[in-house]
Nanobody, 123 residues
Framework: QVQLVESGGGLVQPGGSLRLSCAASGSIFSIYAMAWYRQGPGKQRELVAGITGSGSGGSMYADSVKGRFTISRDVAKNTVYLQMNSLKPEDTAVYYC???????????????WGQGTQVTVSS
């Protein structure tokens, strides 16, 4: 009864920017952390960025995106964002939203996933 919906993906030229959004909805008691993963062609899914706590919570980034990507969270909207700047062809991947949360259905803390949004960086 929890859904994560990503948006903001698309085609962009190298050096361009995109802003991904992920909104969580449904029977949510509390979200403890949200993160972005990505999976490029023929590659393993990897953690891109994560954020914990409230709006002042800590964040972390993969070395490959550090300094270029920024993760942020709107707690009131149950939404996480990923601002991607200076995009490179190697950033091409399906980007997946992840949330570690407690559902009101069973009060268990579990990970939930969105269906992914395609980001293609190409000239």
């Amino acid at each position: 009864q929890v859904q994560l919906v990503e948006s903001g993906g698309g085609l962009v030229q190298p050096g361009g920017s995109l802003r991904l959004s992920c909104a969580a909805s449904g029977s949510i008691f509390s979200i403890y952390a949200m993160a972005w993963y990505r999976q490029g062609p023929g590659k393993q899914r990897e953690l891109v960025a994560g954020i914990t706590g409230s709006g002042s919570g800590g964040s972390m980034y993969a070395d490959s995106v550090k300094g270029r990507f920024t993760i942020s969270r709107d707690v009131a909207k149950n939404t996480v964002y990923l601002q991607m700047n200076s995009l490179k062809p190697e950033d091409t991947a399906v980007y997946y939203c992840n949330a570690n949360l407690k559902s009101t259905v069973d009060m268990h803390i579990e990970d939930y996933w969105g269906q992914g949004t395609q980001v293609t960086v190409s000239s």
